[in-house]
């Protein structure tokens, strides 16, 4: 057959280098700094109740199509424990859609809301499902690059830039803080220009708020609590990051009514349903204590302070993420500039695995010296990655 196996905008994409890198640190038995997930599972009552769930049969058939009632509610209680003071309290029944995790609700949404040939925004460097799923939809993605600031071990937003990127054809923006890879938590005055710039040009945008309860420095404030943003966003979240279960796959959206009947029309033909035993646990989840997230988020603080230490002492420049669990970090001291050779390289030189930045850019060249290090791991392996950075 000579006509190819694989959709050509999809073909562009591969095989993701967190599969590669995974693979790598098994081979070597190299510590495993590159994909972001926890090394030790969430809360022991939160895995109780997806057992209880279990024996008791609930969840084991379809759940409802929108997510189980008692997960709606507890999303929608959730968002107005932590945002009720921002204007925002969505409604269970119309407000609510659960998906299997933030990246079926990313890629529902821009299959629900995109035309082809419409344009998409987003911030670069970006997680990779995005382009790939803004391919599935036929759209064309706009990146609008994240600077890096070395004075201030941060990185910044255009905004000039970014409103110079929307064109008649830009029909969203796809905005995610906090931000991964680089850690910027977007402040209120960058956000408060989104808002205006998608009310002033009549755009949708996409937030993902995957790591909202993970900021050290600064405040996450949901863009849809910004005047005009009310119809016009879709928030987008997921219980992976905040109670480590990534394995549950567990996401939810919420938006206007309007727009959740979109983005569950899409959804219904991906995973129709999913992970109906652990929606009655992550229901119980979402009303875990204050001291809950409070302690969440001191424990990667410190977490994050071990292991950009230990970064900055083995010679790279880092930059110190106010948000997100990962730390991006400037090869070029060491007397490197291609981060896929580095990260390549560096399982077998210090048993050590990261990834390279560039895979998130379309611009490679802007990404090519930076690698990121995730610290959702435990301190002693942290320190240990620590101590076998200093061999560079």
Not at 62 to 70: A, M, N, S, T
Not at 110 to 116: H, I, V, W
């Amino acid at each position: 057959m000579d006509r190819p196996l694989l959709n050509r905008r999809l073909a562009e994409f591969g095989t993701t280098i967190f599969a590669e890198m995974s693979a790598l640190a098994v081979r070597t038995g190299a510590i495993n700094l590159g994909q972001g997930f926890p090394d030790a599972d969430g809360p022991e009552e939160v895995r109780e109740a997806a057992v209880r769930a279990l024996r008791d049969g609930r969840g084991n058939q379809y759940p409802p199509g929108p997510g189980i009632p008692e997960l709606r509610t507890a999303i929608a209680a959730h968002q107005q424990r932590f945002y009720g003071h921002l204007g925002l309290s969505p409604d269970p029944d119309t407000e609510v859609l659960v998906t299997a995790g933030a990246t079926e609700a990313i890629a529902a949404s821009l299959l629900a809301l995109l035309e082809p040939g419409d344009e998409v925004i987003a911030l670069e460097p970006y997680y990779d499902s995005y382009a790939a799923c803004i391919a599935m939809a036929g759209g064309t993605r706009v990146p609008v690059t994240l600077r890096p600031v070395p004075e201030t071990g941060t990185y910044s937003l255009d905004l000039d830039e970014l409103r110079d990127a929307v064109t008649d054809r830009t029909r969203l923006i796809l905005l995610n803080t906090p931000h991964n890879p680089t850690g910027t938590v977007l402040t209120r005055d960058e956000l408060a220009e989104v808002a205006r710039l998608a009310c002033e040009r009549d755009l949708l945008v996409i937030t993902d708020e995957v790591y909202e309860h993970l900021v050290f420095d600064g405040e996450h404030l949901p863009l849809a609590s910004f005047p005009g943003m009310r119809e016009r966003t879709v928030t987008i979240s997921s219980a992976g990051k905040t109670f480590a279960f990534t394995g549950w796959k567990v996401g939810w959206v919420t938006a206007a009514p309007a727009l959740i009947s979109a983005v569950r029309s899409a959804k219904q033909f991906l995973t129709y349903v999913s992970a109906g035993p652990f929606q009655y646990a992550i229901a119980e989840a979402l009303a875990l204590p204050d001291s809950y997230y409070a302690g969440l988020r001191d424990d990667l603080r410190a977490k994050r302070d071990v292991l950009a230490a230990g970064l900055t002492a083995a010679g790279f420049a880092t930059f110190r993420p106010s948000g997100t669990y990962f730390i991006t970090t400037d090869i070029r001291p060491l007397g490197h500039d291609d981060g896929f050779a580095f990260c390549r390289a560096l399982p077998e030189r210090i048993g050590v695995v990261a990834i390279p930045n560039a895979v998130f850019y379309d611009h490679k060249d802007q990404g090519a010296p930076y690698v990121r290090f995730a610290f959702c791991k435990s301190l002693d392996i942290l320190q240990e990655a620590a101590t076998r950075l200093k061999r560079l």
